[in-house]
């Protein structure tokens, strides 16, 4: 059976939000119309998002936000109803005390990060501003439960009718952005490196660094026979995104004309998905990207389609446009740095919804749950506490039937160093979140 969409005006936002449900949270054929006597004609569930009741439809009258263009900073207050949290209170609704779909929209739209505010040292929009950390749900992807809320008064309304659900999913993503912590850095950064040692007294670390130079012990940033035999192990899919950058303050990765280096990539493109990782450095300078697509495509022999920021450093709608200008299809970016859990309050990919442009893109998005990094560096977590947080999380997505992403990167899991201790975590996640 088809859905039936009746709302008195059609616009992109609601288009995008009704296809959210029905085409990505969930799937069920459905329609959208504007004309109040299609009603009468069709047979099946109809959805009634209007301000006026009418006969035989699921009536959920809406708030003002998916027929507005442009951006307001009047949010509405934060409403919890039905183990529900969101905004854009309704008093006429029967069934909940919000717009479900206003609210989605608000937070999957990331409408919060086009207005004003205060931004960390990278300039990076911080998770303890956002929506969902401050309302105590950045952990659960509320969209999703939104959804599933949605579902169930469809089908209790119209017995016999399904929305067909997803099938949970898991994907294992590793950043590159160094590929050796002290082999192929060139004659220059090595020096460099030693004398730095030496200087701050380091001679632990330069005994370590001569003997892995010396072929006696194994650079701690090598895991990659590792990760392959694990991801063999569990047979989970992985993407690779590789730091191509030309060398900078935040881009230090192994130079790119390397020959062991491009032969890595060529190697793990063979049993993996690679993506571009954008440097620091272009984000100032947009031509830094394409320079770096470039170099993919030709180590690779294939036209890259997927990326992640470095630093994940991400402003709306600027970085995304300049993805979409540059023909990349799916970007991983969706996540915050300091916090684990649901930047976008979902856990399925959603398309990339311009709001300066009032415009649906072509650009999919793939938000990840969590990074190591956030788990230890700013959430100050052992890796007890980290394989707890982890197990919530791969929980709260099983729950929904959603697909939850890892981001790790290959330094993380040597357990060496700063990271003793990390490679169980790692290994627990894969163990708790393959299908």
Not at 159 to 164: D, E, I, Q
Not at 165 to 192: H, M, P, Q, S
Request: hydrophobic residues 40%; proline residues 4%.
């Amino acid at each position: 059976m088809k859905i039936l969409i009746y709302t008195p005006q059609i616009t992109a936002r609601i288009r995008y939000t009704f296809s959210l449900f029905f085409t990505h949270l969930g799937k069920s054929d459905y329609s959208i119309t504007s004309d109040l006597e299609a009603l009468a004609f069709h047979q099946g569930p109809i959805i009634n998002y209007s301000q006026t009741e009418l006969e035989n439809s699921l009536w959920l009258p809406p708030a003002r936000l998916l027929f507005e263009t442009g951006i307001s900073d009047d949010v509405s207050e934060v409403v919890t109803d039905k183990d529900l949290v969101g905004v854009f209170a309704t008093r006429k609704n029967p069934h909940i005390k919000f717009d479900i779909f206003a609210s989605a929209f608000f937070l999957v739209s990331r409408y919060e990060e086009y207005l004003p505010h205060l931004r960390d040292q990278y300039n990076r929009f911080s998770a303890q501003y956002s929506f969902a950390f401050k309302n105590g749900f950045l952990q659960k992807p509320m969209i999703n439960y939104y959804a599933e809320f949605l579902y169930s008064l469809l089908e209790e309304k119209y017995p016999g009718f399904n929305v067909k659900r997803n099938k949970y999913r898991f994907l294992n993503t590793i950043d590159i952005d160094n590929a050796w912590a002290y082999k192929e850095k060139g004659v220059v950064r090595t020096i460099g490196g030693t004398i730095k040692d030496i200087i701050t007294g380091n001679f632990k670390n330069l005994v370590f660094r001569i003997n892995v130079l010396l072929g006696k012990k194994r650079d701690p940033y090598d895991n990659y026979e590792y990760l392959k035999n694990l991801k063999k192990k569990y047979k989970f899919k992985s993407i690779y995104f590789f730091l191509l950058a030309d060398y900078g303050l935040n881009d230090k990765n192994v130079p790119v004309w390397n020959k062991k280096f491009r032969s890595l990539i060529q190697s793990i493109s063979d049993y993996a998905q690679v993506g571009i990782h954008p440097s620091f450095g272009s984000n100032s300078r947009p031509e830094k990207f394409k320079k770096e697509i470039k170099r993919l495509n030709s180590i690779t022999k294939f036209e890259t389609d997927k990326s992640r920021q470095h630093f994940l450093i991400l402003n709306l709608p600027e970085t995304y446009r300049r993805l979409i200008d540059n023909e990349i299809l799916e970007d991983y970016t969706m996540g915050f740095a300091s916090e684990a859990g649901f930047r976008a309050s979902i856990c399925v990919p959603f398309p990339f919804y311009d709001l300066d442009h009032e415009e649906i893109t072509t650009l999919m998005l793939h938000p990840f749950a969590m990074m190591e990094a956030s788990l230890k560096y700013y959430m100050k977590l052992d890796p007890d506490q980290a394989c707890e947080v982890i197990h919530n999380l791969v929980c709260e997505v099983k729950k929904v039937n959603g697909k939850f992403i890892g981001l790790w990167h290959n330094e993380t899991v040597s357990d060496v160093g700063l990271w003793i201790g990390w490679r169980k975590v790692y290994e627990y996640m894969i163990s708790e979140a393959v299908e």
